[in-house]
């Protein structure tokens, strides 16, 4: 009996070669790198072996020549290590990466088929070394240059060079982090954020499945590190990992909402001491007991913010309100001196300095400022300095893709991904700060800026299609959400042409 299974893969990789560079709705779209045209020849060579191995074990059992097992057994093995390399490449690599072995799973991963569509050869063992750091620990400068002059030798740039670069990002946030250099660490961490934010939207042709995992995975911990629990159930069930799913459940159970069904099981997969600890928490917070409990948030949490430690969207508006409270000449329990209290100028300064030093704390950790219930003296101030600073800051980074169509102004692979994902993290800091309603406000603008910077890339050359898909489809979504309809037809036709890997 012919084995049908490695036929039918056969056909249809040989199809999908067939079918050209077609990147039209709906078809398919092939490389034609080096790597692609290699795993089809090893598919070839496999289902070959396939057939052997059938035709051996077929002649044993007809002549009952069981000598010949060895060779049966030698083919088997055969077999199963071409399936290895052709199908499950990404997974085994992965499973070495975490044990920490960087420079074994990259000269691996140089030797594999992995990625063959893409054909991301560089990119792809930076990757898988630069996870092996991350589970080793410890990375040091030195390490971190050699994975980025690995990175360099790329020269396909779509979604695992992107995945690449942002946890090169990440790992120097890292080494930031254990240096105490807050302010370094909080950028180099936004890069990360936002670089692998842009994986989300890129199409899947541009991106390995498994790739795109990662990507989510690292903003579910990413977000639950900073205590935006909310984004941990961005991730489609597709693309959610095991840790993911897990995490999952414990917001919904704390929302009060029935964990899903294969949320329950990943727990129970992953038996993770640190995930049972969160269900163990208590879902209401307790809220102070009387001032000086309150005094003991405050100062709590103020201290933290200043040293850059993440701070949540709760807590960050609860600081505020205790802030409004706690410095109002009029509150019985003021922090005020009471000599100054009727100094109006003089409170009026000391409530300038600190907003001014809260305001640049947020800027970079965000707060959801428009949620807040009650303005005080402090928290508008902040609102009024956070609104102009990140208005002023969007319009700057829009003039700029403007300016940047203007010229047909084009850079290397590192700043056209790090341009393209700051703008859409610019307006997303826009909306979770002043809310939906700013967001409608400056649609407009920003659909025309980033939208010049999509067809930039798109159509001057190098073309960089993949990265202008991701563009485009930030668009179109926002589009559908504001119900502006020109926008999304226009969207759409131009997520059309880039949705190949050319």
Same mark, same amino acid.
């Given at each position: ?19 050209? !560079? ?30 052997? !191995? ?9 002549? =009952? ?7 049966? #057994? ?50 792809? *063992? ?5 996870? #092996? ?81 990662? #990507? ?37 159970? =704390? ?33 102070? /007991? ?23 969207? =709760? ?11 706690? !410095? ?26 600190? *907003? ?16 807040? /219930? ?6 508008? =101030? ?57 967001? #409608? ?62």
């Amino acid at each position: 009996m012919l084995p049908i299974g490695p036929i039918v893969l056969l056909v249809r990789a040989l199809s999908s070669a067939s079918s050209g !560079t077609s990147t039209s709705a709906g078809s398919k779209s092939f490389s034609g790198t080096s790597r692609a045209v290699f795993w089809i020849m090893g598919l070839v060579g496999w289902a070959t072996m396939i057939l052997l !191995t059938m035709l051996i074990a077929s002649d044993c059992i007809a002549s =009952r020549a069981w000598h010949d097992v060895a060779w049966l #057994a030698s083919f088997a093995l055969l077999d199963v290590v071409g399936a290895c390399g052709l199908f499950f490449a990404w997974p085994i690599l992965r499973a070495i990466a975490r044990r920490g072995r960087p420079t074994l799973v990259y000269r691996l991963a140089h030797l594999s088929l992995i990625f063959p569509w893409t054909g991301e050869t560089y990119a792809g *063992a930076t990757l898988l070394a630069g996870i #092996a750091f991350a589970h080793r620990g410890a990375v040091t400068k030195k390490e971190v240059a050699w994975l980025q002059s690995r990175l360099e030798k790329e020269t396909r740039f779509l979604g695992t060079f992107g995945a690449a670069y942002a946890l090169i990002e990440a790992l120097k946030a890292k080494r930031a982090r254990d240096k105490h250099r807050t302010r370094a660490a909080v950028e180099h961490a936004q890069r990360a954020r936002t670089l692998f934010g842009t994986l989300t939207y890129m199409s899947p042709r541009a991106i390995p499945k498994g790739v795109l995992r990662f #990507a989510y995975e690292y903003l579910a911990l990413d977000d639950a590190r900073l205590g935006h629990w909310g984004g941990v159930l961005l991730a489609p069930k597709s693309d959610a990992t095991t840790v993911v799913r897990a995490l999952g459940g414990w917001v919904r159970d =704390r929302e009060d909402e029935k964990p899903k069904p294969w949320e329950i099981r990943a727990r129970k997969k992953l038996a993770s001491p640190v995930v049972e600890g969160l269900f163990t928490r208590p879902k209401e917070s307790t809220a102070p /007991k009387d001032a000086t409990e309150a005094r003991a948030h405050l100062a709590r949490d103020y201290h933290a913010l200043l040293r850059g430690e993440p701070l949540g969207p =709760r807590a960050s508006l609860n600081l505020l309100a205790l802030l409004d409270m706690f !410095t109002h000449p009029e509150y019985p329990e003021t922090l005020l001196p009471e000599e100054i209290r009727s100094d109006e100028a003089l409170v009026d300064s000391i409530h300038d300095d600190l *907003a001014r030093s809260l305001q640049d704390a947020f800027l970079r950790i965000g707060v959801p400022i428009y949620a807040l /219930k009650n303005i005080g003296p402090i928290s508008a =101030r902040v609102y009024q300095g956070l609104e102009a600073a990140l208005l002023d800051e969007l319009k700057t980074a829009l003039d700029r893709c403007n300016e940047h169509k203007k010229l047909q102004h084009r850079r290397d692979a590192f700043a056209e991904w790090l341009e393209v994902s700051y703008v859409r993290a610019v307006y997303r800091r826009v909306e979770f700060t002043l809310g939906p309603e700013a967001a #409608a406000r400056v649609w407009r603008p920003f659909a025309y800026g980033y939208c010049n910077l999509g067809v930039l890339l798109s159509e001057t050359w190098p073309r960089s299609r993949p990265l202008a898909f991701a563009i485009f489809r930030v668009l179109s979504l926002e589009a559908h959400r504001f119900k502006d309809e020109e926008q999304a037809r226009q969207q759409l036709h131009n997520m059309t042409v880039t949705s190949g890997v050319h």
